[in-house]
């Protein structure tokens, strides 16, 4: 049962080069989510979806962009990387949007130099 | 806007019981969550809390709501050195969008 699966694990980008975050589920969870943590900070969201077809800005979109074509997929695109966001990019899932805790894959961490 | 906030760090010794406490300012919070984040993973879901409910107990672990206060703990028992990571308390919020608190430290001395 793999859950939630990020890739890749790491990597380190130039300032302006570009870049997809690949994140998949298969526990078909309709609900899936985007967010950094920065050093000593908790979470914020980037993107969500609620489901295929379907996405939506959270508190940092600037930057960023998504797509949600099928259920089990929700790529992260950055196009112009900036030294800001250098942080590590945890996807996350969810059945509904009710009562279900959020899964989490193992996390990307991005360095922009 | 919605908010949670945490204590940045906790340090104990093995053997004694953790409290890690959070505040949240979502009045329409149904649940509220506690997970655990080792070095280099992701975050795990160690509890939660619906928000009609005072206390939940799950083995070592405690939590405790205060909903007119807004106040969230999670207790630890018998605190292990394995038990050492960060603890993000997170408020399901509007939309069901979670909010997290910065994290705490748990350092576990022994």
């Known amino acids: 049962n793999a859950g939630v699966t990020q890739t890749p694990k790491f990597r380190i980008l130039k300032i302006g080069q570009s870049m997809t975050l690949q994140c998949t589920q298969d526990?078909?969870?309709?609900?899936m989510y985007w967010y950094r943590q920065d050093p000593g900070m908790g979470l914020k969201l980037i993107y969500y979806?609620?489901?295929?077809?379907?996405?939506d800005k959270g508190e940092v979109p600037n930057g960023y962009n998504v797509s949600r074509s099928t259920t089990e997929d929700f790529p992260l695109r950055l196009e112009l990387a900036a030294p800001s966001q250098t942080s590590v990019y945890f996807c996350?899932?969810?059945?509904?949007?009710?009562?279900?805790?959020?899964?989490f894959g193992d996390g990307t961490r991005l360095s922009i130099l | 806007g919605e908010d949670v906030e945490q204590s940045l760090f906790l340090s104990v010794r093995e053997g004694d019981s953790s409290v890690i406490n959070c505040t949240y300012t979502?009045?329409?919070?149904?649940?509220l969550y506690w997970y655990k984040q080792e070095p280099g993973a992701g975050l795990q879901l160690l509890t939660y809390?619906?928000?009609?409910?005072d206390m939940k107990q799950d083995q070592r672990l405690t939590v405790l709501l205060n909903k007119k206060d807004k106040h969230l703990s999670l207790r630890i028992a018998d605190t292990q050195t394995g038990d050492s990571a960060i603890y993000f308390c997170?408020?399901?919020?509007?939309?069901?969008?979670?909010?997290f608190g910065q994290g705490t430290e748990l350092s576990v001395k022994p």
């Open positions: 809390i619906f928000s009609n409910m």
């Open positions: 979806s609620v489901g295929a077809g379907i996405t």
């Open positions: 997170a408020d399901r919020g509007q939309g069901g969008k979670l909010i």
């Open positions: 526990m078909n969870h309709n609900y």
């Open positions: 996350a899932s969810t059945p509904d949007h009710l009562n279900q805790p959020q899964h």
């Open positions: 979502d009045s329409s919070s149904t649940y």
